[in-house]
Each structure stands twice: as C-alpha cells, then as structure tokens.
C-alpha cells in the first residue's frame, strides 16, 4: 500500500528516566531508509494477532526478524506462516522456543489468562527467558505479571502502544515501555520496526497508567467530536463545514479529520475498537480513584460509551460513539 512506505523515515528512540526526582528526556537518531533496520538475532514470538499485533508481525517480518505466530483462533496465523512466520502451537511452545516472546491481546483478564492459564506464557518461561506485554492493562495487572515471569527467573518488559490499525501496519507506533531495561535494549530492533518513537518509563507500572491516561484523552476527545458534530446537525449547521473549520484551527489533527471523516460517511470499520477505549476509560477512571484524583471529563464520556455499547457499536471503531447522540 502507498501508505506503507520506509524511505527517508527517520525514526527516533526517546528515553525517559528518573533522575534527582526530575524527568529528563533524551532522543537518540537511528533511521530506517528502504527497511534497513538490521534485525536481532534473537529469537521472536509474538502471541495475539488482533488489529495491532497484525500490523506489528508484519512489519518485524518485513524487518528479517525471525518470528513464532501464536493466536486463540489459529486460521489468524496462515497469512503470516505465508510470509515466513513460524507456527507455534500453544504459549508455553512459543516462550520456551523464542529469546523474545511479545503478547498483544485485549484485557486484564486475557493478559493474565495467556500468562497463568493452560499451556501458558508461565509454562515456558525458564531463566533467560523474555516476556514483553504489550497490552493495555492495568498497573495493578502488569505488575502481577512481572513478579510471576520474574519468579521463575524470567525478565520482563511491559510496552503497551498508542496508535491505531493504520498506524500498527505502517511501523509508526508509539511505544511506552518499562521494566528490564537490558530486556528494553535488547529489543531495539524490534521496537524500531514497530514503531516511530519508544520511550522507556522506569519501573513497571508507569507504561500502564501513562498509556490509560494518553488513551484517556484520546477517548474523551472523540466524545467531544462526536458531540460537536451531532449538536451541529440538530442546529442546522452543516457537519462538512464545522470539520472546514476545525481543520484550519489549533485542533487540527489527522485524529480529528479521520474519525469526522468517518462518521460523514457512515463508515465505522474498526481502527480501534469502541468496547477498548471504553475499557481505557474505566481503567483510566480507576487509576484517578486509586489516588483519590477527580476524572469527571473522563467519567462522562465513558457514560457515553458505554450508551454506544447498548446500542450494538461495541465492534465498531470508536467514531462509532456518534450513534449514542442520535438515539
């Protein structure tokens, strides 16, 4: 596709870490012009094929990393066997046999699921090993990932991404790491395949809870979008013209003209899916609680989402959330 093109990108590594209390940011060059990243040598896995961890094989496929494909539905990993993935048979296979073994799946639930349940992640992880959970969870559930992976005397990694479909199968996500930061290193090429920027967070638990704030903000924002749009056509004023408008003022944004472009067009395909960000929010909500911090912007869009879910919009992109204002 034209869009997926790698010349004369310029992708830059950021690291965030803690020192004297402060936050200092520090940005190191590495290009990929025409796909010349140089692959590790490791072994990868990758567990979850959804609308992100498609992308993302790909596009560490793409790269000549070598990579064992696991999904819940197996039929997900023929395209990718196609394309020189290897097949593996359940998570603990895939641990065991792979350096690296990267997840990207839904929830809480199915992050620890996929790590603690039958043949799973736990089960192949012996000294050595490297886990990467690249979910958008909870800090309270990735944390309890780390010890059990640790225990057994595994490292890990959590690396949640901010993006979109579009984004994942392009290499330009954003990805929030933190945890081993040998393990963080190691996996350079990977995240440059994968992604534009990488930022690494300190401890584990700060990816997750800066991931559900990003994703917190994102949400809120198309609630207002979709609020905006639908007051516009109860008023009389034509929907196309209020985007005109917001497209040549400070909100312009490749966010803003996508998700109205979708709902002018009736087209809610998923990018991202509505149930997630409404998942985000109420995780999101929960963090502010968990520090007695108010989220009411928050809160009422999440109000708005989950009117959205009970209208059946649950698998539709999250500009899906119009169709709770025109009810």
């Not at 992100?52 to 496929?61: A, F, P, Y």
């Amino acid at each position: 596709q034209p869009a997926v093109c790698y010349q004369a990108i310029t992708k830059k590594l950021k690291v965030c870490e803690e020192e004297t209390g402060s936050t200092s940011i520090q940005a190191a060059d590495s290009t990929a012009v025409n796909g010349s990243i140089t692959p590790t040598d490791k072994k990868i896995g990758f567990l979850g094929l959804g609308l992100m961890g498609s992308g993302i094989v790909s596009n560490l496929l793409k790269m000549g990393h070598t990579v064992t494909v696991w999904n819940r539905t197996a039929e997900k990993c023929d395209l990718f066997i196609q394309e020189g993935a290897r097949l593996g048979r359940t998570p603990a296979e895939v641990v065991s046999t792979c350096d690296i073994t990267f997840a990207c799946v839904s929830d809480p639930k199915a992050a620890k699921d996929l790590v603690l349940g039958p043949s799973g992640v736990l089960q192949g992880i012996r000294p050595g090993k490297c886990y990467v959970d690249m979910s958008t969870v909870d800090a309270d559930t990735v944390t309890e990932l780390a010890q059990v992976i640790v225990s057994r005397g595994g490292r890990f990694l959590e690396a949640p991404v901010s993006g979109n479909q579009q984004l994942s199968n392009d290499g330009m996500l954003v990805i929030l790491a933190a945890g081993d930061r040998g393990l963080y290193e190691d996996c350079s090429s990977c995240f440059q395949a994968m992604g534009k920027t990488s930022f690494f967070l300190g401890e584990v638990g700060n990816a997750a809870k800066m991931m559900l704030i990003v994703n917190m903000v994102q949400g809120s924002f198309m609630a207002t979008i979709a609020e905006g749009l639908t007051l516009a056509q109860v008023t009389g004023q034509s929907q196309q013209t209020l985007l005109d408008i917001l497209n040549q003022g400070q909100l312009a944004s490749i966010f803003l003209d996508q998700k109205c472009q979708n709902i002018l067009q009736g087209n809610f395909k998923p990018d991202f899916y509505l149930k997630y960000i409404q998942k985000d929010l109420r995780l999101a909500i929960a963090l502010g609680d968990s520090v007695n911090h108010p989220t009411p912007m928050a809160a009422a869009a999440n109000e708005v989402y989950k009117r959205a879910k009970a209208l059946d919009q649950s698998d539709n992109d999250m500009s899906a959330v119009y169709r709770a204002y025109i009810h």
